[in-house]
């Protein structure tokens, strides 16, 4: 068994990890600590897609890897009402993962100070002084851990946790007729019988487009259901019959009003394990490179990784939590919930909501373009649970 101590060990490189290490040094802030990388994986798949919106004047720190970006983007109830979003100055940006893994890697792979470890990580302890991860190769040592192996919380009674389930294919068709240059955030023209169920479409060129089944419920199905309306969708909804699967890929993305622990002594949780997923929507990308810049400006100023002010603020966590809980009564439904959404506030103010950014004033807009009867009391509860410790 191995013992080896180092500055910083990143428990997990996947989206959260790999930001931090390549943010980090590029910012020039790592250059002298050692640093240890473990991960199971070597990244060398392209096993997801992320999407973020952005404004326009705003430049990714990921800007190089962006494959493609929509200016339209449009929303379907389940009767069909197509909504053109009034999505403002934001553009909607998709990222495919391999190209971020080997953007980041061939960077990070210059450092002398960087090693990599590819073993299961079987537990992770912090400390005052050290914490501790421990491999099936032994045991590793540092001042600071970044985590983001995710671990199924142990929930309250109270807690809900859906799952944003979905199946994603690329297709090479000639069929596609609508506009490539516009992408349909939430196409609801499918059954919604299972829970929340909609289409997210990402045309890619005239010729291709990438599509996903999405749900929200608190069970998975069967393979066979995702592709078997997938299927009808295409037929049916887009009309395309003869099709070329490229890729395809399956995700489960918790959606909790769970409060996980940003820090345990010197373990600082970081992308899903660290609570950066949106409980209403699931979105993630953005609120994690907020916590690493969080993350970043503490050890220039400070010289420690600790923040105070949580990404997530506490206000937007019982919004969705309330939101959680109104889902789970399903007297009004996702779909009812979006479309009154959707057809009420412009696509600019639920995206500053969703990015935690909106003020006041467009929380109050998001909430009163929905039913508040059926808003009242889930919210009355959350308050007295999150609040009051119920
Ligand atoms: C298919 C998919 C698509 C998504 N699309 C979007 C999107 O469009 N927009 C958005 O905002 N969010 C999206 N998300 C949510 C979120 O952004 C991603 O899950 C993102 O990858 C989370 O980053 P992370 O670093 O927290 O976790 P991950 O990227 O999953 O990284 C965790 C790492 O830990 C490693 N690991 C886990 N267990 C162990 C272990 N025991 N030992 C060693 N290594 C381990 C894994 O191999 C992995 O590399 C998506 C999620 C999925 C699953």
Redesign the pocket.
């Known amino acids: 068994m191995q013992n080896k101590n180092y500055d910083i060990i990143l428990?997990?490189?996947?989206?959260?990890?790999?930001?931090l290490v390549y943010r980090a040094l590029k910012e020039g802030i790592w250059k002298n600590e050692t640093i240890l990388i473990?991960?199971?994986?070597r990244?060398e798949k392209n096993?997801?897609?992320?999407?973020?919106w952005q404004q326009e004047a705003e430049v990714s720190d990921f800007e190089q890897v962006i494959f493609r970006r929509w200016e339209k983007i449009s929303y379907f109830t389940n009767s069909g009402l197509h909504l053109k979003l009034q999505n403002g100055a934001y553009l909607y940006n998709?990222i495919r993962?391999i190209d971020f893994y080997e953007h980041v890697l061939n960077f990070i792979c210059q450092f002398k100070n960087i090693s990599f470890l590819h073993?299961?990580?079987?537990s992770i302890d912090g400390g005052e002084k050290f914490g501790i991860v421990k491999?099936t190769s032994g045991n590793y040592t540092a001042r600071y851990i970044f985590n983001?192996?995710?671990k199924k919380p142990e929930l309250k009674s109270h807690n809900q946790y859906f799952l944003q389930h979905?199946k994603?294919l690329r297709i090479r068709t000639t069929q596609f007729k609508a506009d490539p240059g516009e992408m349909y955030l939430m196409d609801f023209r499918t059954s919604q019988q299972q829970g929340a169920t909609f289409f997210y479409v990402l045309p890619l060129d005239k010729n291709e487009i990438f599509l996903e089944y999405t749900i929200f419920s608190k069970s998975l199905l069967e393979p066979e259901e995702y592709d078997l309306k997938i299927k009808e969708y295409l037929t049916e909804v887009l009309e395309i019959n003869e099709y070329e699967i490229l890729e395809s890929?399956?995700?489960?993305?918790p959606m909790t009003d769970y409060n996980f622990e940003r820090r345990a002594e010197n373990v600082i949780n970081?992308?899903?394990?660290?609570g950066?997923?949106r409980g209403s929507s699931?979105?993630?990308?953005?609120?994690?490179q907020k916590t690493i810049s969080k993350i970043l400006d503490s050890f220039k100023n400070d010289g420690h990784p600790y923040f105070k002010d949580e990404t997530i603020s506490t206000k937007h966590k019982l919004l969705d939590a309330t939101i959680l809980k109104v889902l789970d009564e399903n007297v009004y439904n996702g779909e009812e919930i979006f479309s009154d959404l959707f057809k009420n506030v412009k696509a600019e103010s639920v995206f500053a909501f969703l990015d935690s950014e909106s003020s006041i004033i467009q929380d109050l807009t998001v909430m009163r373009s929905l039913k508040a009867k059926h808003f009242i009391g889930p919210f009355i509860q959350v308050i007295h649970q999150k609040i009051l410790g119920r």
């Open positions: 428990s997990g490189s996947g989206m959260a990890g790999l930001s473990i991960d199971k994986s990244k096993d997801r897609t992320w999407c973020f998709m993962s073993e299961e990580i079987i491999t983001s192996v995710y979905f994603g890929e399956f995700g489960i993305i970081i992308g899903v394990a660290g950066d997923t699931g979105y993630t990308f953005t609120n994690t």
